[in-house]
């Protein structure tokens, strides 16, 4: 019998640090499956060849949102990781912890152990942070962390200088002290490469005899006899194939795939899986249910001065950016393309951040058809700056749409469903403008092309969000912690409501939406389940 005492589902940004954790004292036999395949591609380990793996599905999953009426009707387009490494793979590399009053609410939500000293404790042990250690950052841990310093774009100097005069004040650390202000972002680059959850956690663990990942595995169901997870079936190569479990089964697939699974494995809402004719192992109406995402727009600016898109529009530019990574491994190729950024509040009721900013020295205003083209950005200099909402009260939600488990779920966003989430981005693209009006900015304006300077009116700002807004790329909760079994899906250790030896350890199990990125409190969920997990197995 093909057996392990753990199997990990999914090799994501919690995945690889379970593998890495769980397979470390040498005791335990560990089975990772991960329904894409490896790594070690060049878009994917270069930082800014992310924008050719957005419709890449080799790499994605290439999900689709339902029609969305808060997006007016558009089907909005979510992109997840498919591949060793997850979305960590694939994504931006900001790496953003949340605030603190986040992880208040965590603790309150989702009972102890989730508040502030706990998780920063784990973040501090999992880091090694180039800028050094202090109160809130760590060193010594498998996840290099860079500062992000160095050969930034100088119109970021002057995006930060705007900020200012237009009162947010600047911040040399959002992961720091307090997340309010302007500056630049950390990444998740080491070098030249991108430093994924699957080169930080997983590669290295590989080495180890007890830890074995499979790759182009697509888990069909979770096993359960009696109440308890025993196993898994999957298929790879076209074969169907069962692993059995001594220990646990977690889930790490994230918070579309945790939740679809566990439907297809007979957790979840009752009606709909008898609808589908799959047998109910437990009902429960939470799974799949709760997702929140962080959703937002850019606006962009034509320039009087040269921005990237002068060197990574022409072939000639692109060939010399490509020899200055390939050679010396600096130039924009080496990097996210969000340099700077920001938090700040809408109003002063709020008691924290709820919006964030993005800075982009470049534009993409005429795309090609299916590709989101990074490297092939506007004819002329332009720049964009973009905000998300924090904090939104819209919830959305997943839905398995057959018995058969290649088949995508339903994914309903629900974006700006509610009037807080209306009220705030209006007020949050107001003060955008705000900051490119400001002299260190407007000086080396031309025209402000999205929207554009016809659209003045709250009615058409409203309309215009509505067009152009998508998600950030962070759904969460969609299996969400809480220590009542009517409201949640998880208890406070991440095991499954009602069903022995399964636990969910991912962004899906998040209690609420942190401010901010989702990548670095995935890896910190996996971090601090691997803890509980070998705990409760003494």
């Not at 949102?65 to 694939?90: T, V």
């Not at 200088?161 to 002290?177: I, K, R, S, V």
């Not at 904090?391 to 088949?407: N, Q, Y």
Request: glycine fraction near 12%.
């Amino acid at each position: 019998m093909d057996e392990s005492d753990y199997i990990i589902v999914g090799a994501g940004s919690a995945g690889c640090v379970l593998a890495n954790r769980l397979s470390e004292n040498g005791r335990h036999r560990v089975t990772l499956l991960e329904a894409g395949g490896d790594d070690r591609r060049f878009f994917v380990q270069m930082p800014l060849g992310y924008g050719k793996l957005f419709y890449d599905p080799a790499v994605n999953w290439l999900y689709a949102a339902e029609p969305d009426p808060g997006l007016n009707g558009q089907r909005d387009h979510i992109p997840r990781g498919r591949i060793l490494g997850g979305s960590s793979s694939i994504n931006a590399m900001v790496y953003i912890r949340g605030q603190k009053r986040d992880f208040d609410d965590w603790q309150a939500a989702a009972g102890p152990g989730w508040g502030w000293d706990q998780v920063l404790a784990a973040y501090k042990a999992m880091e090694h942070n180039e800028a050094g250690a202090n109160d809130f950052r760590g060193q010594g841990g498998p996840l290099y962390v860079s500062n992000n310093r160095r050969g930034l774009h100088w119109l970021v100097e002057d995006y930060i200088a705007a900020c200012t005069e237009a009162g947010l004040p600047y911040n040399a650390d959002f992961n720091g002290a307090t997340q309010e202000g302007t500056g630049t972002y950390q990444m998740t680059i080491k070098g030249r490469r991108r430093n994924s959850a699957a080169r930080a956690f997983l590669h290295p663990a590989m080495r180890r005899k007890n830890l074995r990942v499979i790759t182009q595995a697509q888990v069909t169901r979770v096993l359960i006899e009696n109440g308890r997870a025993t196993g898994v079936e999957y298929i790879r190569g076209g074969a169907r194939q069962t692993l059995r479990a001594k220990a646990e089964v977690i889930l790490a697939g994230g918070a579309i795939n945790s939740p679809q699974l566990l439907q297809l494995s007979g957790i979840g809402p009752g009606s709909l899986l008898q609808s589908h004719g799959i047998p109910v192992r437990h009902e429960n109406a939470n799974v799949g249910d709760h997702m929140s995402d962080h959703h937002g727009l850019n606006y962009t600016w034509k320039m009087k001065v040269s921005t990237y898109n002068n060197i990574l529009r022409p072939w000639w530019g692109k060939a010399l950016m490509g020899l200055w990574y390939l050679a010396l491994g600096g130039g924009p190729l080496a990097k996210s393309i969000n340099h700077g950024g920001g938090f700040f509040r809408t109003h002063e009721g709020h008691d924290r951040p709820n919006m964030q900013l993005y800075f982009q020295a470049f534009s993409t205003l005429l795309p090609r058809a299916g590709e989101r083209p990074l490297l092939t950005p506007d004819p002329f200099p332009g720049l964009s700056v973009g905000l998300s909402n924090c904090r939104p009260s819209s919830r959305g939600h997943v839905r398995i749409t057959s018995p058969d488990p290649l088949a995508h779920p339903a994914i309903t966003a629900n974006a700006y469903a509610t009037q807080d989430d209306v009220t705030e981005m209006l007020a949050a693209v107001k003060f955008l403008r705000r900051i490119m009006a400001q002299p260190s900015m407007a000086r080396w304006v031309d025209e402000e092309l999205r929207p554009g300077p016809q659209i003045q009116s709250d009615a058409e700002l409203i309309e215009d969000f509505r067009n152009r807004s998508g998600t950030v790329y962070h759904p969460s909760c969609t299996c969400r912690m809480g220590p009542d079994p009517t409201e949640s899906v998880l208890d406070t250790r991440l095991r499954v409501h009602g069903i022995g030896g399964l636990r969910v350890v991912d962004a899906s199990s998040f209690p609420n939406l942190i401010a901010g990125n989702t990548n670095a409190p995935a890896m910190m969920v996996g971090w601090k389940g691997a803890e509980m997990i070998l705990h409760d197995a003494r």
